[in-house]
């Protein structure tokens, strides 16, 4: 292949689909045959069996029945029996996941918990962690149906650094019946650098064993082994740095002086991007192996906690979505609640969970360009109901079926546009683009660095997503068109407003791109989308608000009891802003 930065001829790996298939097929072979003797093979099998039911066979799933719980001390509320009985094992376990359907009450079983625990003296210091737009709701259920309780929900000035040394020794020192405090705030704590330290080296140690295995791997290219090793060093970096930390003199608090022995964590899956190590490096679909700082410090809280009791407990994180987009999402709802679990099944890391309960295949797709390759993926389960088993032993499991709740039924309609000439020109310069392997980026008016032209897909996802909601967004001369996403959506937005006008029907409307003070966009489809709604469409400007203007606590429950009056007909606003907590 020719070089186009040297123009000289360089030598390119190509995949040989065809042997790679007959590779697979003799794999599947031995395996088949692996378990044709087992089965012929008295002791072996007579081996496995009792090792299999000493480990995944010797437990049956607890029933709770919360019915015998006695809540006559809260105000207020009656609570309904899946609230019951989510109370009753959380408290009982101290600890799991809340896999609730949305609307079943998550909040109201947080505070139940924290109360109860705290006043059969099962913990000390319980904490619930939430979004920002519910840590005013989870703080004003608990003192609705408590009266009296001491609670701490401290304001976002609280956590500025002339102020975080004394809040942090004020958790510390006094006796609350629970501290509440935003994903954010929580990660201003800071951890306790022996288990950060001690959870890093495991990392470290799980990084060096793969690249030892990888690196006479012939199909691992050089770019993918530069990757892990820069992984590595950057961790050993970290690990430097928390020593160094270590040697000096500190007067703040951190999170286990604080000496909080319960912690729920609500809407859990925002902190599912946790590191892990693999050697399927090739498998698409598994994620970010690097994870997030964000998830990383949860993992460190949960190990100080679970140190403090010497077992899987005093964690209890609640969500609607534990498992949305890969197979990783699962262990790592185990990595977090049951690494002593784990440890006694000799599962130490992500390839050795998944090969006992996901199976590999690879199968020919269409990539975005419309090209046909094979690709490598987990693509089912294994062991489905050790598994399932597994997952109901630490998961209180809640669906619409088992609430007795009447809900509307939801209309989707699908608003069908066709794209502008603009449009089809810019998405067939995408193509070729793409097709170049980010090459060719004047075509898509973008000078890309080297790094940039290897993500050269990321690109072109990502300039047609900007495309196809505004040609504006990737061509900053072009025109405004009433044939865009904008203009069509005023226009049913005002429909609506009109139809349901005597009852002073309310609207949201998400947008999460061009958003108010973005610094990717000179363009404000918030505001453009209020001008038409005003000047084409004859609504009062003051019925229509951006959720973004609302900051405070205070602020965004004044514009939600505006909203439910009807006093504000439309609030426009992002997922995150807009999407939990309204």
């Known amino acids: 292949e020719l070089d186009p930065t040297t123009g000289d001829n360089k030598e390119k790996k190509v995949p040989d689909y065809e042997k790679i298939k007959k590779f697979q097929m003799k794999i599947k072979s031995i395996k088949s045959e692996w378990n044709k003797w087992i089965v012929t093979n008295d002791k072996v099998r007579s081996y496995l069996e009792d090792t299999y039911h000493e480990k995944f066979n010797s437990e049956v799933i607890r029933d709770y029945d919360g019915s015998i719980l006695d809540f006559s ?40 918990n924290a109360v109860r625990a705290k006043r059969l003296g099962l913990v000390k210091k319980p904490m619930i962690i939430g979004l920002k737009a519910n840590t005013s709701a989870i703080i004003a259920d608990f003192q609705k149906a408590y009266p009296g309780s001491k609670v701490l929900g401290p304001s976002e000035t609280d956590f500025r650094p002339e102020k975080r040394k004394e809040l942090l020794a004020k958790i510390m020192t006094n006796d609350w019946d629970c501290v509440v405090l935003t994903h954010d705030q929580f990660g201003m704590i800071p951890q306790d650098p022996e288990f950060e330290r001690s959870i890093l080296e495991e990392q470290i140690q799980a990084l060096e064993s793969d690249l030892y295995i990888l690196s006479e ?84 809280a949960c190990r100080t906690i679970q140190s403090h009791w010497g077992a899987d407990k005093g964690i209890a994180l609640f969500t609607a979505t534990p498992l949305a987009n890969s197979i990783v999402e699962m262990y790592t709802w185990y990595n977090y609640l049951q690494p002593e679990m784990l440890k006694s099944r000799n599962i130490n890391s992500f390839d050795a969970w998944a090969s006992m309960y996901a199976e590999k295949s690879s199968e020919f797709e269409f990539s975005v360009t419309g090209e046909i390759k094979l690709k490598e993926r987990f693509r089912e389960f294994v062991k489905v109901p050790e598994l399932v088993r597994d997952y109901h032993k630490m998961a209180h499991v809640v669906t619409k079926r088992d609430l007795d709740v009447n809900e509307p039924d939801l209309e989707n309609i699908l608003v069908d546009i066709d794209p502008t000439p603009d449009q089809i020109d810019y998405n067939n310069r995408l193509i070729q683009f793409a097709n170049s392997q980010g090459r060719d980026g004047h075509l898509i008016n973008k000078s890309l660095s080297d790094s940039s032209q290897l993500a050269y897909m990321l690109v072109a996802t990502n300039e047609a997503r900007k495309m196809s909601t505004d040609i504006r967004l990737v061509e900053p001369d072009a025109d405004y068109s009433e044939q865009s ?98």
């Not at 902190?271 to 970010?288: A, P, Y």
């Open 217 to 300: 791997d012939k199909t691992i290219t050089k770019r993918q082994l530069k990757g892990l090793e820069k992984r590595k060093l950057n961790l050993e970096a970290r690990v430097k740095e928390i020593t160094y930390s270590m040697s000096k003199d500190h007067d703040v608090v951190n999170f286990k002086e604080m000496g909080v022995d319960f912690l729920q964590v609500d809407e859990a899956h925002e902190f599912k991007n946790l590191m892990f190590t693999t050697r399927s490096t090739n498998v698409s679909g598994l994620g970010n192996p690097q994870g997030s700082k964000k998830a990383l410090n949860l993992l460190v």
């Open 485 to 582: 996403k904008l203009g069509h959506g005023s226009k049913q937005i005002a429909e609506i407003y009109r139809e349901f006008n005597e009852h002073k029907g309310t609207q949201f409307v998400f947008c999460d791109i061009a958003t108010p003070g973005s610094k990717t966009s000179s363009i404000n489809f918030y505001q453009e989308l209020k001008d038409l709604l005003v000047n084409d469409h004859g609504i009062p400007e003051e019925e229509i608000q951006f959720i973004h203007h609302f900051k405070t606590r205070k602020k965004r429950q004044e514009l939600l009891n505006d909203f439910n009056k009807g006093v504000v007909r439309i609030c426009i606003g992002s997922t995150s802003k807009m999407g939990v907590g309204v």
């Open 73 to 112: 001390d809260m105000a207020h509320y009656n609570p309904r029996i899946t609230q019951k009985n989510g109370v009753l094992k959380f408290t009982t376990e101290l600890g799991g996941i809340g896999d609730h359907k949305t609307g079943a009450g998550k909040t109201l079983i947080m505070v139940m």
